[in-house]
């Protein structure tokens, strides 16, 4: 008994802490998230949907999916794990060594990549738009050049993890997730001053290059404030960065073993991301825009609810094993998990729920003329939301259980866990992809994530409990069964709710259906998951309703 009373005050300390630091993330990242919404739906509206959207995405891309492969992986795999030790033991020296070899390997490898990446533009945009509609010579000389002004990203999203890494090992977390914010409000900016200056209906054969520039140079500013803005809070922690290629003591071994397989775990999820433009591009003109609306949505739960977590945590789970601590870390993690696979539930219930609004907004404020004859834009985004929907469970614990196993050292188990899931999410995906219509490819794709997301987190799970051991998973298993509960019956409830106002919406009706029926999808899933948590909901809802008291006293 005594026992039992030692692990929940350990579990309840481990959680109000996360809770803390994931509540500050959160906020400032719902922001965020919110806006890069709205940047969607501002792109949307200035390019519109059809051949400049889908090149300008496919281009976009590009340096984004190399830098993961090349290095974002392993950085992300290194830099908490790697600093939050010596800082929990009070060696700064260490602490700068290490944080400097980061950055300087790291610019090291990507500067390099990125002027690769600029003379080999054109064949890289080539065989991303081979076999589709828009493999015309204009589409890929517009796409080379937007390519070569995005390649400078490279280096600048190794600078940017690299200090991001650093502040969450201090326990820094608000300036890195203000970055995305500024970001977004300077590429808004740049669609803005596109869609006033370029006509609606625009392809990419009489796009002028000064309207081109608008966006690639936008985009890429807006990588550059995103980047250097951290230095702003990296002046407060203390650290002093010097160019070095050596870590010292016994780090280079560790180093080397968490960079390959962090690398290979990230790189497998980027080439599933390669493959999917591949997939769109081969299918419609308009769908490789369309379903990048479609991710940029899923993303959303996601990042709001998933991530936050998983960051706020990540610090905790590697000072918590960096010292042995065996109880913090399981108590730690598995009110974790659970907490984000209930947040995970209202997302995926949401997107199956609001599906429809959610198109018919995008297809009231986008321009289709571009778009292929028989590809039905908001019908196709429905079905891509739809298909994408139940897959955020999985996915939704792929951040935080691939940084559980991060902390321990466990670099194997983790990207041999991932690559099982993303392996078979893309053989899923060319699987659908030949059996349904290429008017289907949206929906294709989204079928053969889902797969993949369900298989990568029951994948990570068993790896967890393998190598942490199962009290790192206390009560995990009923809260999968109760956020699937209720997301099934409240992404129904959201589903018939909105059906009272037809498949095809204005503007406003599409407003008006999502918010009943995102209010619907709220009960339900609320009333669902308070009937079957003791454990997690029951406790929230009892606090929330004592503080309620508390103010109106």
Partial sequence: MTRQVEVTKVSDTAGERVGRSAAIISGITMLARIVGFGRIMVLAWAVGAGSVLDVYNTANRVPNILYEIAAGGALAALVVPLLAAPLARREPEIVNRTASALLTWSLVTLVPLGIIVALLAEPIMRLLTGGGGDASPEAVAVGTRMIQVFAPQLPLYGIGVVLTGILHAHRRFSWP????????????????????????????????????????????????????????????????????????????????????????????????????????????????????????????????????????????????????????????????????????????????????????????????????PQLSFTGSLTAALTALGPGLLGFSLYPLLTRALYARGAMVAAAVATTAGWAVAYGAAIVFSVMLPVADRALAVGIGNTIGMTVLGAALLVTVAWRAGRDSLVGVAWALVVSFTAAAASGLAGRWVTSLWGTTMSLGEAVVAGVCGGTAILAVFGVVSYVMDKRDVRPIVAAGLARLRMMKR
């Fill in 177 to 372: 997730a203000l970055a995305p914010l500024l970001s977004s409000l300077v590429v808004i900016t740049a669609y803005l001053i596109y869609g006033i200056v370029s006509p609606a209906g625009r392809g990419v054969s009489d796009l002028p290059l000064s309207q081109e520039l608008i966006l690639s140079v936008g985009t890429t500013m807006a990588t550059v404030v995103m980047t250097f803005c951290l230095l702003i809070p990296l002046r407060k922690v203390g650290i002093r960065l010097r160019p070095t290629l050596r870590f010292g003591g016994d780090l280079t071994r560790q180093v080397r073993t968490m960079a390959l397989s962090g690398g290979v775990s990230i790189a497998a999820w980027q080439a599933s991301l390669l493959l999917i433009l591949a997939l769109t591009n081969q299918g419609l003109r308009g769908t490789v825009g369309l379903f990048t609306i479609a991710l940029t949505v899923y993303m959303l739960p996601w990042g709001v609810f998933a991530m936050p977590l998983s960051l706020s945590s990540y610090p905790a789970l590697s000072e918590a094993h960096g010292v042995g601590d065996q109880t913090r870390y399981a108590s730690t993690l598995s009110v974790t998990t659970r907490r984000v696979l209930l947040l995970a539930g209202v997302g995926a219930a949401a997107l199956v729920g609001l599906a429809v609004p959610i198109a018919q907004i995008f297809g009231a404020i986008t321009d289709t003329s571009d778009v292929d």
